[in-house]
């Protein structure tokens, strides 16, 4: 049995294919750390309530990644163009946290993190130590609150009761 030749038309169809399938993974990949930094970003916004800038944390922007290019006029082969256009429309980032400072003993309980502890919300200047009147947290809960203070960040909350 003889070997067949490979019909070009069949080539360019498969190698434009594999190209397509090489770029999809790259976008997916490129994508997926978009938005791994998107979510330690919005998440350090949320911990520490300051802007991540001034932490060496950049506002993460959409990456570039490979496109296809038109097929060749002649031969019809498709190619790889790296960096030309953005993998994925931008994920929504919090709003930096206003570096003027809050009025003071301003209480903003944030979310619960785990038993009874809370995060400080943004804007929040009680006094480590000071205890809360009656206040409802970000998710709800009600109570009176101890703030804690914390080396780095704003601190915590413990519910009292």
């Known amino acids: ?19 397509g ?3 999809d993974l790259d976008k997916k990949h490129l994508t997926e ?19 991540p800038a001034a932490h060496g944390y950049p506002r993460p922007a959409v990456p570039m990644g490979p496109s296809l290019s038109p097929p ?3 031969s019809g082969l498709m190619s790889i163009l790296e960096n030309s256009a953005p993998v994925c429309d931008p994920l929504p980032l919090l709003p ?19 038993g009874n502890w809370f995060t400080v919300g943004a804007g929040d200047s009680l006094a480590a130590g000071a205890t809360t009147p009656p206040v409802t947290s970000d ?10 203070g914390a080396p780095v960040g704003p601190g915590w909350y413990l519910l009292q009761g």
């Open 1 to 19: 049995m003889g070997h067949m030749p490979l019909d070009p038309q069949d080539y360019v169809v498969n190698r434009n294919k594999q190209l």
């Open 96 to 114: 930096v946290p206003s570096n003027a400072p809050p009025a003071p003993n301003t209480i903003h309980v944030g979310k619960r993190i785990g």
């Open 72 to 74: 060749d006029p002649k």
């Open 21 to 23: 399938y090489l770029v």
């Open 33 to 51: 750390q978009y938005a791994g930094a998107v979510a330690n970003y919005n998440g350090f916004i949320t911990q520490v309530g300051t802007d």
């Open 139 to 148: 998710d709800g809960v009600f109570g009176v609150f101890q703030k804690f």
